[in-house]
């Protein structure tokens, strides 16, 4: 059987691009969205849960239990937030990565502004009271499309 890919890049006539998204885009899709994926790593694998989440002065926020998976693998010096949108029937999508350390909220300040966002509730069960900061240090994404 042959593959409907050939050495161009092309299916069935058509032509993938790949276009990188500058900060600004990607960060415009990131205050667009609620829910994204946090990974990190723990007792040697990367783990990846969904989460919702908020942004705020150039951090990404949402809530988990504090003694639960990612609770308990706080601070993280490293960790990745992700979100994404794809559709497979156009052969279009883009997709946004942050990355840099996640750490607890402590300050009551910021507490108080972050319990008073109008935002959804956690996706897991239970009592998720811990608000979690990323700071991404690095923030990339691309776009997929057909011309």
Known sequence: ???????????DGA???NVDLTSQQCWDLLA?????RIGYESD???????VNYLIHEGAIFFR???DGGIGAALPCAVSSFEIDMVKPEQS??????ASGPASTVEDPALLTYLW???????LAAGLRD??????????????????
Request: hydrophobic share 35%; charged share 15%; glycine share 12%.
């Open 1 to 11: 059987m042959t593959s409907p890919i050939n050495e161009q890049g092309r299916i």
């Open 15 to 17: 032509r993938h691009v």
């Open 92 to 97: 279009t999508g883009w997709a946004v990565l």
């Open 32 to 36: 667009a969205g609620s829910s994204g």
């Open 116 to 122: 008073g966002r109008n935002m959804p509730e956690p």
């Open 130 to 147: 811990q608000f979690v900061r990323i700071e991404p240090t690095v923030v990339t994404g691309r776009s997929v499309f057909l011309s």
């Open 64 to 66: 988990t239990l504090p």
């Open 44 to 50: 040697g694998r990367i783990l990846i849960y969904p």
